[in-house]
């Protein structure tokens, strides 16, 4: 059972335009949502996350949104840049254990130069 | 370098063989996991540990698994009579809980691949 889903496989976007990546999560009890970047050969890198008493999260060029009532997080990347290109996954867990971090499929981002 | 450890990166077996990883978390962080991962998916939880003891197993975590951290420090999964289904990114990640959030930021080694022949 996928409680944390992404449902775009990939993505291509021209270099120094918005990179939009969607997750969406069904349990309820998930309040704690992080991103993560990977490059081939290599372990997830953490991004940027949100907890679920903020409906935004900025760092730079990294952008998370957080719909609670969609249960809907959205990772916007502005402007992107070629080094952008990787596997991004999102995941979430419940907070009030913060035992079990549940990670979606992935979205691979090409940034075209 | 103070990050997540792995070893060995790359492991190649024949069918039957056991084979051990080895995970050295960040020294500060207080919770050390397992996960796995298959190409197409995202990782999968196997198993953490807060300090020495081993609080969760995931359903995926057969009997021929088995993870230890005998001093809380760093730890080990080993993998008995592997099968080709086992071939994997077997990943460690750990993490400083915070006391006010309950919750913090995995940071993930770079894995140890696993194939099975």
């Known amino acids: 059972d996928q409680q944390v889903k992404q449902n775009s496989p990939s993505l291509s976007v021209q270099e120094g335009r918005i990179s939009i990546l969607n997750c969406d999560y069904t349990?309820?009890?998930?309040?704690?949502f992080l991103w993560y970047k990977k490059y081939p050969a290599e372990g997830p890198t953490f991004l940027i996350s949100i907890s679920s008493i903020k409906d935004k999260n900025e760092d730079g060029r990294f952008t998370v949104f957080l719909n609670k009532s969609a249960k809907h997080l959205s990772l916007h990347i502005v402007p992107s840049q070629p080094g952008d290109s990787a596997v991004y996954f999102c995941?979430?867990?419940?907070?009030?254990?913060?035992?079990?971090?549940?990670f979606g499929t992935g979205t691979s981002l090409t940034v075209i130069p | 370098d103070t990050g997540v450890s792995q070893n060995p990166r790359h492991k190649i077996t024949k069918r039957g063989q056991n084979v051990t990883f080895r995970c050295d978390p960040i020294?500060?962080?207080?919770?050390l996991y397992w996960y796995r991962q298959t190409l197409g998916q995202g990782p999968e939880f196997l198993t953490y540990f807060q300090n020495e003891a081993q609080l969760e197993k995931s359903r995926l975590l057969s009997d021929r698994f088995s993870a230890e951290r005998p001093k809380g420090s760093f730890s080990t999964l080993e993998i008995q009579r592997t099968e080709q289904g086992d071939s994997a990114m077997y990943l460690c990640a750990s993490i400083l809980i915070l006391a006010e959030t309950n919750t913090g930021e995995l940071f993930f080694g770079e894995g140890s691949r696993l194939t099975v022949l």
């Open positions: 995941a979430a867990c419940p907070a009030n254990t913060g035992n079990q971090f549940y």
């Open positions: 349990n309820s009890m998930f309040d704690y």
């Open positions: 020294s500060e962080h207080n919770r």
